[in-house]
Antibody, heavy 121, light 111 residues
């Protein structure tokens, strides 16, 4: 059974960089069938897609966040990571990693449990 | 302000059929597949419907999706108490350089 687990600091100061890692177990991140994505949800609000990455390193990002986002992949560790720079309180959210089956038009079918990141001094 | 528009709330009694709408535009629903996610309180979203009307393995056939033009709907028949959750629609949007977009979510209450 595929599992995804987010990890990283739960508290980030304003103007600093948020860094999270998603560890994939029970399957290979190097499969040609999938992208791997990040999605966030501010407290009490809806979902916002941040971006996705292919095992080769090819990425696509939400245009509204593109200038601040970097997603990378480490196939040797079966992990992919998110960096969001110059954070503000508006970036406070639960951050989810998910398997993105865009290639097969099958949506985001496996999700991590999510990790709350609070931006505060 | 979400790109896709959903009613903020919906309700029904056990056994009833309820529908949740999702309205978009030609750059998203009008030209791409629609997806639906169920989010139970305190948990991660779960894929409910993909490619407009396909159910992943394990999703009961009480859940069905449809699409017409720039709108889509999720129908839940034989409503159960465990269906009480937030429901989100999603689609790929071709505008700018492309992006996944979501609806604002619909809170379903089982009365």
């Amino acid at each position: 059974q595929l599992q995804l687990q987010e990890s990283g600091p739960g508290l980030v100061k304003p103007s600093e960089t948020l860094s999270l890692t998603c560890t994939v177990s029970g399957g290979s991140i190097s499969s040609s069938s999938y992208y791997w994505g990040w999605i966030r949800q501010p407290p009490g609000k809806g979902l916002e897609w941040i971006g996705s990455i292919y095992y080769s390193g090819s990425t696509y990002y939400n245009p509204s966040l593109k200038s601040r986002v970097t997603i990378s992949v480490d196939t040797s560790k079966n992990q992919f990571s998110l960096k969001l720079s110059s954070v503000t309180a508006a970036d406070t959210a639960v951050y989810y990693c998910a398997r993105d089956r865009s290639i097969a038009a099958a949506g985001h079918d496996y999700w991590g449990q999510g990790t709350l990141v609070t931006v505060s001094s | 302000q979400s790109v896709l528009t959903q009613p903020p709330s919906a309700s029904g009694t056990p056994g009833q059929r309820v529908t949740i709408s999702c309205s978009g535009s030609s750059s998203n629903i009008g030209s791409n597949y629609v997806y639906w996610y169920q989010q139970l309180p305190g948990t991660a979203p779960k894929l409910l419907i993909y490619s407009n009307n396909q159910r992943p393995s394990g999703v009961p056939d009480r859940f069905s999706g449809s699409k017409s033009g720039t709108s889509a709907s999720l129908a839940i028949s034989g409503l159960r108490s465990e269906d009480e959750a937030d429901y989100y629609c999603a689609a790929w949007d071709d505008s700018l350089s492309g992006s996944w977009v979501f609806g604002g979510g619909t809170k379903l209450t089982v009365l």
